[in-house]
């Protein structure tokens, strides 16, 4: 299975809504790759930590090879 790129995990992170209020604006992103304990467990191989530009709060998304969003905390 061919893993993602970070531009496009990072691109996959923009288009997650805020789960608090709902807006797209975030003024600080940063996308990593998945720790080993999360890719044995989750299967994620991105993370991507980011801070709401509209109601400030800051989250965390586990994304998988295939694109998809794992977790959000």
Do not use: F
């Amino acid at each position: 299975m061919a893993r993602i790129s970070k531009e496009r995990a990072e691109r996959i992170a923009r288009a997650h809504a805020c789960e608090v209020c709902g807006e797209y604006n975030y003024k600080k992103l940063a996308t990593k790759p998945a720790t080993a304990d999360l890719q044995k467990s989750l299967g994620v191989t991105w993370m991507a930590a980011k801070t709401c530009g509209v109601c400030g709060a800051i989250q965390e998304l586990g994304i998988n090879d295939d694109g998809d969003i794992v977790y959000v905390s």
